[in-house]
């Protein structure tokens, strides 16, 4: 069995504050520590985004692809559709 989480990072990239967010498919009762496949609690990446520009408002890239990433996550551990084996792509 496994789950769904957002995992966000600190992301070097010139002047100004940028983060990287990812979709990572974990294994139940575990929490990963970073984004990385090798990571003991991490089946695999589903998805990941950055680096991306950390505005002051909800209009900014990271705060953009947090809610869409969670969303993702919200939808595919309310349905249950990781307990088959169905594995969508994310656009």
């Known amino acids: 069995m ?3 989480l957002v995992l966000t990072s600190q992301a070097k990239h010139g002047r100004g504050e940028y983060r990287n967010v990812a979709i990572i498919e974990a ?3 575990m929490w990963p520590k970073r984004i ?3 990571d003991p609690a991490v089946l695999r990446i589903v ?3 950055g680096p991306l520009h950390v505005g002051l408002s909800a ?3 990271y705060h953009r692809q947090l809610v869409k990433a969670q969303a993702y996550c919200n939808n595919r551990n309310a349905n ?3 307990e088959n084996g ?3 792509d994310i656009s």
């Open 86 to 88: 169905v594995r969508n």
């Open 47 to 49: 998805q990941r985004w």
């Open 80 to 82: 249950g559709a990781y």
């Open 36 to 38: 990385d496949v090798r």
């Open 2 to 4: 496994s789950h769904y």
């Open 59 to 61: 209009r900014s890239a």
């Open 27 to 29: 294994r139940d009762g």
